[in-house]
């Protein structure tokens, strides 16, 4: 079963506004990803974060990681019409296979120009 | 070459038809995985080869037949499907490292669309 929950799960917005994604999860992690599905379309991995971290970036992404509470956010800043997807949590178990992830349900994201 | 590719784009096929999926990467990745798909619904995980041996199988029937004849190549193989399988099915790699450094960061295909009438 899928534990990820993303919330919201639409989300619209204006161009050049930011958006931000919630994740929580209910496992301890190894790590825990984020990936964008342009409709119809292969998944592309967007940034990792490692259980040990807190925040990262990558470009008008940022990304934190909070393991007390079991959730993360992804912030997208400055959003553009081309961010249009769906965007996933994908959690990798601490001490679980190297190779599953666990995939949230997804928020859909959709930027107005 | 950063892209794993998947053929055909689209399938359409009968209960009582055989077709098999294709997936390639040539990014020296050693673990490859097949996911399906339906609509407005995450992925989920059917297989995984690592080093071109099985090494996960979410359960999923037997109608599903997954070969691993090369580290560069995936085929799924398909054979009495019903309609309720009909789904966007996704191939993806990843490098393999050993425990916890696994990060395991996946690259996506484009993905099968099949129809199962």
């Known amino acids: 079963s899928q534990q990820g929950e993303e919330d919201p799960q639409a989300l619209s917005i204006q161009e050049g506004e930011n958006a931000t994604m919630n994740c929580s999860y209910k496992?301890?992690?190894?790590?825990l990803q984020w990936y964008r599905q342009n409709s119809g379309r292969g998944l592309v991995h967007l940034i990792l974060?490692?259980?040990?971290?807190r925040e990262k970036h990558s470009g008008r992404l940022r990304v934190t990681l909070d393991t007390s509470k079991k959730s993360s956010s992804l912030l997208i800043t400055a959003s553009r019409a081309a961010d249009t997807a769906s965007y996933f949590c994908?959690?990798?178990?601490?001490?679980?296979?190297?190779?599953?992830?666990?995939f949230g349900k997804g928020t859909l994201l959709t930027v107005n120009p | 070459d950063t892209e794993v590719t998947q053929t055909p784009k689209h399938l359409v096929m009968g209960m009582t038809n055989k077709k098999s999926l294709k997936c390639e990467q040539h990014?020296?990745?050693?673990?490859m995985y097949w996911y399906k798909q339906k609509a407005k619904k995450p992925p989920e995980l059917m297989f995984v080869?690592?080093?071109?041996?099985?090494?996960i199988n979410e359960s999923v029937p037997s109608r599903f037949s997954p070969e691993c004849p090369n580290s560069s190549l995936l085929n799924l193989h398909l054979h009495a499907l019903q309609p309720e399988d009909s789904a966007l099915y996704l191939c993806?790699?990843?490098?393999?490292?050993?425990?916890?450094?696994?990060?395991?960061?996946?690259?996506f295909g484009p993905g099968t669309r099949l129809t199962v009438l």
């Open positions: 080869y690592s080093y071109e041996k099985l090494s």
């Open positions: 994908a959690k990798r178990d601490s001490g679980g296979s190297n190779y599953k992830l666990t």
């Open positions: 974060i490692r259980s040990n971290e």
């Open positions: 496992t301890s992690i190894n790590n």
């Open positions: 993806a790699s990843s490098q393999v490292y050993a425990g916890e450094r696994s990060y395991n960061e996946q690259f």
């Open positions: 990014m020296g990745h050693r673990a």
